[in-house]
């Protein structure tokens, strides 16, 4: 069975930190690029970051570039998003998703897997 758990969520005031983990589990998780999508209440879901298989090519959105690093431990089978100096507006449920595929990162078509989602709430 096909697993993506992201954690790692929670509330922070403006300025914090926040790491998210997405756990993999149940396909080869060295063949699969990895994204985090968020969804803002009232809004559509948008791609946040991506690192790709293989030389772990990494993209950011731009509202994110510059306070966010994505990483991935091939051995854990886990992709982390650090997330700094976070604003109100990187409020929402934060999407891990896996694509074995080479499109556009920021395409949910493009991905295979995805998982349940994580809360991420910045107080102003």
């Known amino acids: 069975e096909v697993q993506l758990v992201e954690s790692g969520g929670g509330l922070v005031q403006a300025g914090g930190s926040l790491r998210l983990s997405c756990a993999t589990s149940?396909?080869?998780?060295?063949?699969?690029?990895i994204g985090w999508f968020r969804q803002a209440p009232g809004a559509e879901r948008e791609g946040v970051s991506y690192?790709?298989?293989?030389?772990?090519?990494?993209y950011y959105a731009d509202s994110v570039k510059g306070r966010s690093t994505i990483s991935r431990d091939n051995a854990k089978n886990t992709v982390y998003l650090q997330m700094n100096s976070l604003k109100p507006e990187d409020t929402g449920v934060y999407y891990c998703?896996?694509?074995w595929g080479r499109g556009g990162w920021e395409s949910e078509h493009e991905y295979d897997y995805w998982g349940q989602g994580t809360q991420v709430t910045v107080s102003s």
């Open positions: 998703a896996a694509a």
């Open positions: 690192i790709s298989r293989g030389d772990g090519t990494t």
């Open positions: 149940g396909f080869t998780f060295d063949d699969y690029s």
